[in-house]
């Protein structure tokens, strides 16, 4: 066992259902409250108990220090494609139940908070959650940090978090934001395609960059791919869909 399995095991927790509200027609914002402290890392993600053998992982959307209506808490991003039952199915759980149990830190595709690399932030469709944690950290450090964002969506209807967006690119950090629209309707002015061509696109040499990856296990598969072919360093490269490949 690592050490975060380790601290994982012992943060095993009770929460109420706060809130569950649309952030997109497919896209559901869940706020849960813990009844007990627990403790993660910006990156990480939890489990829902569904029952005693089907627990479903979801990233952790907020930073470390979340709070809602005073209380430490947990912010969820969950949906995607209508017949998509892995999230349909944890959201019936959760609207059916006003209390849940979940597991909280787990993953080693956290933020390197040490690390002075400039950092690719790469979300497809509901990965943005994971980009949203780590994204809300470095601008809650207020550090002077390089950081590319780029998030790929299916449709220009699957945007959501412009407020976050905004307050991010006010910040101290040296921020850029890429959305890439796979499908674009005629109003859609910006990028199109998948949103890894996009990084690939606009880098000669990915050696440099610490990146962060969330997404369908798909795109995650294919990313990883193309980006070390790119000069990524493997060991600078961090999903935790990778152990699911
Ligand atoms: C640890 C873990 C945490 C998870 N956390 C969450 C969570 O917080 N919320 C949640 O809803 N689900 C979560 N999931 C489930 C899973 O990651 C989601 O089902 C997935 O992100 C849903 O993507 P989407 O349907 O929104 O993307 P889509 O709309 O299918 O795709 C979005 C973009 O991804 C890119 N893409 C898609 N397919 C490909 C491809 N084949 N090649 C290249 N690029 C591609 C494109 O740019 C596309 O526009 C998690 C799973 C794990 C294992």
Partial sequence: MTESQLKAASNKVLCTVSRIQPLTPTV???ILTPKAPVEFKAGQYLQIYLSDSDKRPFSIACAPGF???????????IGGAVTDNYA?????????????LVQVGLGEAYWRE???????????????????????????ANLNRSVQ???GLRNSQALYA????????????????????????????GRTGFVHQA???????????????????????????????????????????????
Avoid: C
């Fill in 88 to 100: 349909s199915q944890a959201l019936a759980h959760l609207s059916d139940n006003t209390e849940v």
């Fill in 67 to 77: 709070t809602f209506e005073g209380k430490p808490a947990l912010e969820l991003q």
């Fill in 28 to 30: 559901q914002q869940v």
């Fill in 114 to 140: 040490d690390s002075t690399n400039p950092i690719i932030l790469l979300a497809g469709g509901t990965g943005f959650s994971y980009v949203h944690s780590i994204a809300s950290a470095i601008a809650n």
């Fill in 149 to 151: 964002l780029y998030w």
């Fill in 199 to 245: 990084v690939l696109d606009d880098h000669a040499d990915l050696a440099a960059y610490d990146i962060y990856i969330a997404g369908p296990f798909a795109m995650v598969g294919v990313v990883r791919d193309a980006f070390l072919a790119k000069g990524a360093k493997r060991e600078q490269m961090y999903a935790d869909a990778f152990a699911w490949l």
């Fill in 162 to 189: 412009a407020d976050e967006l905004a307050a991010w690119q006010a910040s101290n950090v040296q921020y850029q934001l890429n959305l890439v629209v796979q499908e674009p309707d005629a109003n859609w002015q």
